[in-house]
């Protein structure tokens, strides 16, 4: 009996943490969309980083002290391009400026993420997108929501009539993984209905969740970019894995999620 209530004590816990959680990232969001609307000019690299650095504390500066106040003892990843495992106990994953770079040209594709991790599994996930004012979140075991309403992936089982998606994890990446994804959007080019390519991975992961495109898949990554799509998409029923269809992992060098009808499909197609 005691055990019951804990489990059930903790359950009403992280339920509270992410209604908490998910009124910081709209503010977060709130601050970002009114740095939004025009073209950010730079003319170096030094520049745009400066830039990407002023999206982030803006953000930063209201998410690290509204998610330390909620859970002190917690990690906090300060790099969202970090990958690999983390060491025990919880941890935040936070995103600032997910799709920063988009916000960056006045494109719409943004959002701010932030991800509880405990003992290297996502506890609780919200991602808001503040030009729509949508706000998604999942609770492991509760389900994954767009405003309060049940999310649920695509029930189709032909990759040939589904929409797929994919998303470069990051600039600079090494000549092996540039080649690796431009012959895997080939391949789906031939399997799929249509591919999309575009960033940030999460918000075609939002996609996959909704039911409104079949599978992602992207090589390469970061925890900040895939562990907030990953729960959504398990909590609204889909699979992950890595490309191979094995269990995907922070330190995997693959990622899909997609509807179970097409999973296998999916990973076929990628591992050809």
Not at 93 to 115: F, I, K, S
Request: hydrophobic share 45%; aromatic share 4%.
């Amino acid at each position: 009996m005691s055990e019951t209530l804990q489990t059930s004590d903790v359950a009403a816990s992280d339920a509270d943490l992410l209604a908490q959680t998910a009124i910081a990232v709209r503010e977060a969001g709130s601050a970002l969309r009114e740095r939004f609307g025009e073209v950010v000019r730079y003319e170096t690299r030094e520049e745009l980083m400066q830039a990407l650095a002023a999206n982030d504390d803006t953000a930063l500066d209201i998410l690290r002290p509204r998610l330390t106040s909620l859970r002190p003892d917690a990690g906090w990843v300060e790099d969202e391009l970090d990958g690999g495992a983390l060491p025990s106990g919880e941890w935040w994953v936070v995103d600032p400026a997910e799709g920063n770079v988009n916000h960056l040209h006045a494109l719409p594709e943004w959002a701010v993420t932030a991800t509880l991790v405990r003992e290297n599994q996502p506890v609780l996930t919200v991602v808001h997108l503040p030009l729509t004012g949508e706000t998604y979140t999942a609770l492991t075991g509760a389900g994954a929501h767009l405003d309060g309403r049940p999310l649920q992936v695509s029930r189709t089982a032909d990759l040939g009539l589904s929409i797929v998606a994919t998303s470069q994890a990051r600039p600079d990446e090494d000549e092996k993984v540039v080649r690796r994804v431009g012959s895997s959007i080939t391949a789906m080019l031939f399997d799929a209905l249509v591919v999309r390519v575009a960033v940030p991975a999460t918000l075609h992961l939002l996609n996959v969740a909704a039911g409104r495109i079949g599978a992602f898949w992207q090589f390469a990554g970061a925890r900040a970019d895939l562990l907030p799509g990953a729960l959504l998409v398990t909590e609204a029923g889909g699979r992950i894995s890595d490309a191979e269809g094995l269990p995907w992992t922070p330190q995997s060098q693959s990622f899909v999620a997609a509807a179970p009808g097409v999973h296998a499909e999916a990973v076929s197609t990628l591992s050809r």
